[in-house]
């Protein structure tokens, strides 16, 4: 399979299973929306959560 084809099935896969968790789970997509509503008073919390991402899978990574 064409690697381009890959990726698009990937990415249609994620955007019907976001829309099923919508339609199944309102409050979770209630949930979501006051999450996104809050994220420009909580941008720093989100800093936090990248540099530790970055610091557990990329900072230990061997230099190739």
Excluded: D, Q, S
């Amino acid at each position: 399979m064409n690697p381009r084809y890959a990726f698009a099935l990937k990415l249609l896969g994620a955007l019907f299973l976001i829309v099923l968790l919508a339609v199944l789970f309102p409050p979770v997509m209630e949930f979501v929306e006051t999450a996104a509503r809050e994220l420009r008073y909580l941008w720093w919390l989100v800093l936090l959560v990248l540099i530790a991402v970055w610091l557990i899978w990329g900072l230990g990574r061997k230099k190739k």
